[in-house]
């Protein structure tokens, strides 16, 4: 069935380095693929989004980029922060756009 | 606006023992979906209502598992009879339409023990 496979399961970094995360989905027919970041006791939330007319979309200090013909795709954060230690989703929607398909989440620790 | 408001945040029950879960998605919001994550792994899709209707249920893992939206509004999903293995974190969210970012609500954590 489809999946998405997501790299680190874990990544500690050191403040002001950057953090990479890198997923591969198998749906040749997605074409929107959300991140989320899930702090301790909430929800993911939606933090940046690409779809796939696009190949790289920036918002201040998080970027993605998007690979179709290799179904690869990766967040970037720059310039890390310790209130970016979070569990990051990448995802990768199917179905016409109404399925979602998550990665198994990349712990990010910060560390100051 | 409103975020998505899920009840309960908590509950412990026995195995053998129903539990029913509450979602209240962002009004106007007519695609709700029921997630689960179990011990750190994916958050795997259970299923996806459009309004009142269930228009993928594919995730759902048996019959043990019936969820509801009556009215197109607020869903429920609940477990009867529980079984170990349905302890997770169970999450809804709700979104615009195809292709559109999740609100997610802040889940509900199920121990069944």
């Known amino acids: 069935g489809e999946n998405v496979e997501q790299h680190p399961s874990t990544l500690s970094v050191q403040e002001g380095d950057s953090a990479v995360i890198k997923c591969t989905y198998s749906d040749s027919a997605s074409n929107y693929f959300p991140w989320y970041k899930q702090e301790l006791g909430k929800g993911p939330q939606l933090i940046i989004d690409i779809r796939s007319n696009v190949g790289e979309k920036k918002d201040q200090r998080i970027a993605v980029t998007l690979n179709k013909t290799a179904k690869h795709f990766s967040l970037h954060i720059t310039e890390t922060q310790p209130e970016d230690s979070a569990v990051y989703f990448c995802?990768?929607?199917?179905?016409?756009?109404?399925?979602?398909?998550f990665g198994a989440g990349t712990r990010l620790f910060v560390k100051a | 606006e409103a975020g998505v408001t899920q009840f309960p945040s908590h509950s412990v029950i026995e195995k053998g023992q129903t539990v029913t879960l509450r979602c209240d998605p962002i009004s106007g919001h007519d695609n709700l979906y029921w997630y689960r994550r179990v011990m750190g792994k994916e958050i795997k899709f259970l299923l996806h209502f459009v309004k009142e209707s269930k228009q993928d249920e594919s995730g759902m893992p048996n019959n043990r598992f019936l969820a509801e939206r009556t009215g197109g509004t607020y869903s429920t999903l609940k477990v009867q009879p529980a079984e170990l293995e349905d302890s997770g974190v169970y999450f809804c969210?709700?979104?615009?339409?195809?292709?559109?970012?999740?609100?997610f609500g802040s889940g509900t954590r199920l121990t069944v023990v």
């Open positions: 969210a709700s979104s615009r339409g195809a292709n559109y970012g999740y609100t």
């Open positions: 995802a990768a929607s199917i179905s016409g756009g109404f399925k979602t398909i």
